[in-house]
């Protein structure tokens, strides 16, 4: 499949919309729970949880610019580069991710409005493409976060 420009944005919107709202509603409390995870993984909170699904969204910026992956990025398996994000953001205040959610998305859009329409059709892809601004947010927010908070 073809992707378009608006299409992409509009999926990146609604997704941010409802991440955005349950941050929202979330308390300090709710932040510091525990999401489930397998023992082989490590115990994130609903804040590092969060910071993931961020961590990984700010990386389609990266890739619709064309710019390469940070050094300390490069040759990682998924496994390592979650922990280095992990590693990161786990010490952060709920603050400054909340903060670092709005401004990825607003440079977000900016980068998807300024990249060439050949990143975006210029190849077959897959239906949820590119994942991390909506179905990787998605899974996270619904299997992690609210199965964490109850919601």
Avoid at 82 to 88: K, P, Q, T
Avoid at 124 to 140: C, F, I, K, Q, V
Wanted: proline share 6%.
């Amino acid at each position: 499949m073809r992707h378009h420009r608006e299409e992409v944005i509009g999926r990146a919107i609604r997704e941010f919309e409802l991440l955005d709202r349950l941050a929202m509603s979330l308390s300090a409390e709710d932040w510091q729970k525990p999401v489930p995870r397998p023992e082989t993984k490590e115990p994130w909170t609903v804040k590092d949880a969060f910071a993931h699904i961020v961590y990984w969204k700010s990386d389609v910026i990266r890739s619709c610019r064309g710019e390469r992956r940070p050094p300390e990025m490069r040759g990682l398996n998924i496994g390592a580069g979650n922990h280095l994000v992990y590693l990161r953001w786990r010490d952060r205040p709920v603050e400054e991710i909340l903060a670092w959610h709005r401004q990825v998305q607003a440079d977000l859009l900016a980068a998807l409005r300024e990249a060439p329409e050949e990143w975006f059709s210029g190849k077959e892809r897959d239906a949820g493409w590119p994942g991390d601004l909506d179905g990787h947010s998605a899974y996270h927010r619904v299997r992690d976060i609210e199965q964490a908070v109850g919601k």
